[in-house]
């Protein structure tokens, strides 16, 4: 028997079947952007929020959900946006609209970072519609991978997205895999030796108990389930960097490749960055593969460079992902309900 709708606890069951018996515009895009923030997001801050207008939605940055030690750029955060604006874009593609985005440049964190105008059609983008399935399976898999190569199929589904995003996503070459595990592992270390990262870390680990609508659980960050009521605390208070360290390396070698994603620093790049990654994202899973983000070298500015040289692209490094398979299964996040992230009227 299918479990009872709790945008807290099972915000990935959607039945696609509701959308046709909805009467008003306002309660369609309120529909799609159910779709939107179940996005990716680093430690699942969600940080953004949408305002719907007669003519679409405008799209927010939430800057309340900044991590500043981490992400004190807010590159990641532009990133995060991007990429709930391309799941709402997929949902209006399936469910018969099209989308037009406009970005704003204006740095005043007031103002929407972009705006999505919908329209009904008879013929929205087939290819963005053709990740609608993915949306509700896609979740990060910070489990070791088997490090079996990529099936040729899938690998050139993948490499179709690549190609259509050039300036964006770069592979590691193979020979230098081991290069970027090290790097990896260096990074987590000097990280974790920082109080200040631990502490903003530690604000975002959630128990797994039902009741957060964010965060991360203790599981992921490798604490067994008894300790997750004490996990924020045991992050906040010891340095677990050559424990971290070691076990990401471990995941970076058991992935099949290694992917960077690059583009300049500006806000507006950044969202199509993030756009473009969730593309990436929703075709990984399209194709039956695993994906996860080790960011730690691009977090520590001393070593964002070395990483950008590894992958020889031209813009800077702003994330990087593992890809590969996995039997374990990834662990779904909690969300925030689309009511806690919709703006006041325009």
């Known amino acids: 028997m299918r479990e009872p709708f709790d945008p807290c606890v099972t915000p990935w069951q959607i039945d696609g079947s509701e959308f046709y018996d909805l009467e008003t515009h306002r309660e369609r895009m309120e529909f799609l952007l159910r779709y939107a923030v179940l996005a990716p997001s680093n430690r699942n801050t969600q940080p953004w929020s949408f305002r719907i207008t007669t003519a679409g939605v405008e799209v927010f940055a939430d800057y309340s959900r900044r991590l500043l030690t981490i992400d004190p750029h807010d590159r990641e955060l532009f990133l995060s946006v991007g990429a709930a604006m391309t799941n709402f874009r997929v949902a209006a593609a399936h469910f018969g609209y099209v989308t037009r985005v406009r970005y704003d440049a204006r740095p005043e964190e007031r103002v929407p970072v972009a705006y999505i105008h919908v329209c009904e059609t008879c013929g929205p983008d087939a290819w963005l519609s053709s990740l609608f399935g993915s949306i509700q399976k896609r979740h990060t898999n910070r489990s070791p991978f088997d490090g079996r190569r990529i099936e040729p199929r899938s690998l050139s589904r993948l490499c179709d997205v690549l190609a259509k995003f050039p300036e964006t996503f770069r592979l590691i070459l193979p020979d230098e895999n081991h290069r970027a595990a090290e790097l990896i ?162």
Request: without cysteine; proline residues 3%; charged residues 25%.
């Open 185 to 346: 592992e260096y990074a987590e270390r000097l990280q974790m030796s920082r109080p200040a990262v631990r502490a903003e870390m530690a604000e975002w680990i959630r128990a797994d108990d039902g009741a957060h609508s964010d965060g991360i659980s203790a599981e992921a960050f490798g604490i067994p389930r008894f300790l997750a009521s004490a996990a924020a605390w045991l992050v906040r208070k010891f340095n677990a960097g050559a424990w971290y360290g070691s076990r990401d390396r471990r995941l970076a070698e058991s992935a099949s490749t290694l992917l960077v994603v690059s583009a300049p620093d500006d806000r507006v790049s950044l969202l199509r960055a993030g756009e473009a990654l969730e593309t990436l994202l929703l075709t990984i899973t399209e194709n039956g593969l695993q994906y996860s983000f080790l960011n730690q070298a691009i977090e520590t500015e001393t070593l964002r460079a070395r990483v950008q040289e590894l992958s020889g692209t031209s813009a800077p490094a702003q994330l990087l992902i593992r890809i590969g398979s996995a039997s374990h299964e990834a662990r779904t996040m909690p969300r925030r309900t689309v009511g806690s992230v919709l703006a006041g009227a325009a």
